[in-house]
Structure formats: structure tokens, C-alpha cells
């Protein structure tokens, strides 16, 4: 058995792990996205070198692909539908004051 492999699987293997680690605890959600997409490809590029073409060929299209996107895309929606909602437009403005400008007037209450 050949060194070389061997360090090749275990790079990838750390790889993969590390980005998964980095996706998982990442507070900016871009950078998590990115980090799951780079660890995809590195496990794709794992079958390949365990000669499972079809099933690293599958995971390079849509779990490095296609998923990153949708991440992406999501992540997109998301922060400008937040950014709009926060916009001064849509703000909630106070209800009309309820003592007149010219002051206060007395208040009787009438007892029965």
C-alpha cells in the first residue's frame, strides 16, 4: 500500500471535516454557505479517488453546485427582505396625541 494515497484521503478527509466545523460555527451565514460548498467539493473529490465517479460526480453537482446556490440565494432573499423591513417607510409611526396642543383641559367625572 502506496504512502501517498493515503496522505491524499487523510487531507481530504480533514477537509472535509474542518469545513463542516467552520459551517457549523460561523456567525456570518456567506462564509457558512462557502465553507459547506468548499467541503462538498473536497468529499466529491474524495469518491473520485475511491473510484465512485458516479457518486462523486453526483456530489459535486448538487451538493457543491446546487446547494450552494440555494444557500446563497436564500441567504440573499433573506437579508433584503430583513433590510426592507427595517426601512423607515415601513416604520411604525406613533398614533395621534391624545392631549390637545393648547394644553390639557380639566376632566370632571360625573357621579350618578
Do not use: H
Request: net charge negative.
Amino acid at each position: 500500500m502506496a504512502i501517498l494515497p493515503m496522505v491524499g484521503y487523510t487531507i481530504l478527509a480533514l477537509v472535509v471535516i474542518s469545513c463542516a466545523v467552520i459551517a457549523l460555527r460561523m456567525q456570518n451565514l456567506v462564509i457558512a454557505a462557502a465553507a459547506l460548498g468548499i467541503g462538498s467539493a473536497a468529499l466529491a473529490m474524495l469518491f473520485f479517488f475511491m473510484n465512485a465517479p458516479y457518486a462523486g460526480g453526483f456530489e459535486l453537482s448538487v451538493g457543491a453546485g446546487l446547494v450552494s446556490v440555494l444557500f446563497l440565494v436564500a441567504i440573499s432573499v433573506a437579508t433584503t427582505q430583513r433590510a426592507e423591513s427595517a426601512s423607515p417607510q415601513n416604520a411604525v409611526r406613533p398614533a395621534a396625541p391624545t392631549v390637545p396642543p393648547d394644553g390639557p383641559e380639566e376632566c370632571t367625572i360625573d357621579e350618578a
